[in-house]
């Protein structure tokens, strides 16, 4: 901020010195302790994938061993699961990221008759439960007689991603210079061109965001994809299916390598941004 | 610029159009299609017809009344205790993070790339009878020697306020971050004390994000079923279980239908009385 410091008027007493650094250091104190508190599920995730259980249930330790890494498509199911989950996921953010960011320079740079209702309808799929989302979706599908399977799993994740979509780019396009594109237009290149030479390279990284953050939450669904999978079988559905049978270890192997890339992928992203913060 | 000019009228409709159709068809008409259902009577054998079915309603909220009441209170629970627990640690990394606030918001994010199901059989295995916690806590009486944590409503309440702590962290932190550091300052020079000044300025300020992370967590939290069939007994089971065993293993799609709309019902009350107690501009505020 660019407001004058005026010099404090009152002197801080040594007691309220202490008490300042004491109040300091209890947060940051509380602050690891909720981060240990965030990190606990994921570490009993990441430790039993080693395991070695002896019966159905992965739930007590019984031995370290490397071979549910190793056979980690050794349960039948698991890969096809897997397969059709990144289908769809890749699918589905692509579709609802060129869609939502759409919606995104509609909503940002255009003064229409519609907007506030825009609006509205981009915000209600996202303060809707889940549950009325998927069972509404299955209602439609079962009164039309529409076959359950790949395309109405990847219809009801295009649909959930889109809002999702919209609100990320949306939050990056309201910084944006327009001068920047009424420049190029100056200079005499025409609304496409300049859409592709200088809205859409600025607007990049937001897009790239959206297309994660899409991605994370398709691969992650379950409450709608349970509604209207039909017979298909993706991953989360095959840990609900393995979970009431006892979920076999490679659950948890699956499960922290979806994690350890996406946090690689996260911390790429975090890391790049400071490089680019300490050069600007 | 002629070219800009002369379609400048049309070129945001084209824009809107293919993902407000992709709303429009798959979100708005299938609640239609719900509400079609919901007053619909038959059974699967012999088929549906709508005949304006308003028993259906009536006999959901007669016969499965715990279960709606249970899904606020457990929702509203979680809500709060996800607010107290991640409110400190917003603030902290939004005012001490310094050039780390990125890599720390990052270790609040990290965790919910687990899988919602995955997460969630941790904590069965966290709260198991045999887990460290339920032996700690014996040891400690404040469980009897048979006492038990999973199957309760303890663990739902705690599945559920873990599942969702990032949407109330994050626009805590967003709301706290964006406060001008000035105006805490200026309190305090105007010989506020930290705490008057937290509760004066910063507090205020962070409302927002207090408003919309306790929507964005209440709301998934009411209609979830999923912590309350693996963490829970029958008696933990919220409107969630019940929707989707009606719909996916009764096929009774009416019964199921006339509940979706009355757990909506349940939230947007509840909602709306939490609107009047904090304050409609708030709401509408963070909507946008």
């Known amino acids: 901020m660019t407001s004058i410091a005026v010099p404090r008027p009152r002197g801080r007493t040594a007691l309220a010195r202490t008490l300042a650094f004491g109040r300091h250091h209890i947060l940051t104190f509380y602050s690891f302790l909720f981060f240990a508190y965030l990190m606990l599920p994921i570490a009993i995730v990441i430790a039993f994938s080693f395991n070695h259980p002896t019966g159905n249930f992965n739930y007590v330790w019984q031995g370290f061993t490397w071979d549910n890494w190793r056979y980690w498509d050794g349960v039948p199911g698991i890969r096809s699961a897997i397969v059709l989950s990144l289908e769809i996921a890749l699918l589905a953010s692509l579709v609802a990221t060129a869609l939502g960011t759409m919606i995104a320079l509609a909503l940002v740079r255009y003064g229409f008759r519609g907007r506030g209702t825009t609006n509205i309808l981009i915000f209600l799929p996202l303060s809707t439960p889940e549950i009325v989302l998927g069972a509404s979706l299955l209602t439609l599908f079962l009164n039309l007689n529409v076959i359950f399977g790949f395309w109405t799993i990847l219809i009801a994740h295009v649909m959930f991603c889109i809002s999702f979509a919209v609100v990320t780019v949306k939050a990056r396009l309201v910084g944006f210079d327009r001068h920047l594109e009424e420049a190029a237009m100056d200079l005499g290149a025409n609304e496409w061109r300049t859409f592709q030479k200088v809205t859409l390279p600025l607007t990049a990284p937001a897009i790239l965001a959206a297309l994660l953050l899409c991605f994370a939450i398709s691969i992650d669904d379950f409450v709608v994809t349970y509604f209207n999978s039909g017979s298909k079988v993706t991953f989360p559905l095959f840990v609900w299916g393995a979970a009431r049978v006892g979920a076999p270890p490679q659950v948890n192997v699956i499960g922290t390598a979806i994690f350890i890339v996406a946090v690689t992928a996260m911390l790429f992203n975090v890391l790049y941004q400071r490089r680019r913060e300490v050069r600007a | ?288």
Do not use: C
């Not at chain 2, 990125?102 to 709260?127: D, H, K």
């Not at chain 2, 038990?148 to 739902?156: G, H, M, P, Y």
């Open chain 2, 1 to 288: 610029m002629n070219f800009f000019h002369r379609h400048r009228g049309l070129t945001p409709y084209l824009l809107l159009a293919p993902g407000v159709a992709w709303l429009a068809v798959f979100f708005l008409v299938p609640l239609g299609f719900l509400a079609y259902q919901s007053l619909q009577s038959g059974n699967i054998d012999f088929g549906y017809a709508f005949t304006w079915s308003w028993g259906n309603y009536w006999h959901a909220i007669r016969d499965y009344r715990p279960q709606f009441v249970r899904s606020l209170e457990y929702a509203g629970i979680a809500t709060v205790f996800a607010l107290v627990i991640s409110y400190p640690v917003a603030y902290w990394i939004a005012f001490r993070g310094g050039r780390w606030k990125n890599l720390l918001l990052l270790f609040i994010v990290a965790p919910f790339f687990v899988t919602y199901l995955i997460r969630t059989l941790a904590w069965e295995t966290i709260l198991s009878d045999n887990g460290f916690v339920v032996h700690t806590l014996q040891h400690l009486h404040v469980l009897g020697p048979g006492g038990r944590l999973l199957a309760t409503s303890t663990a739902v309440v705690t599945g559920i306020t873990y599942n969702f702590l990032p949407f109330m962290a994050l626009p805590l932190y967003v709301s706290l971050e964006q406060i001008d550091g000035s105006l805490i300052e200026a309190a305090e020079d105007l010989y506020a004390s930290k705490l008057q000044a937290f509760l004066r300025v910063t507090l205020p300020l962070s409302l927002p994000g207090v408003v919309a992370g306790t929507l964005l967590t209440f709301i998934p939290a009411a209609g979830d079923f999923i912590n309350a069939q693996l963490l829970g007994s029958p008696e933990n089971h919220m409107i969630g279980n019940v929707i989707q065993s009606k719909f996916l293993e009764l096929t009774d799609y009416p019964a199921a239908a006339s509940m979706s709309f009355i757990l909506m019902a349940g939230i947007l009350v509840a909602v709306a009385v939490y609107a009047r107690i904090v304050g409609t501009e708030q709401l509408t505020g963070t909507a946008v």
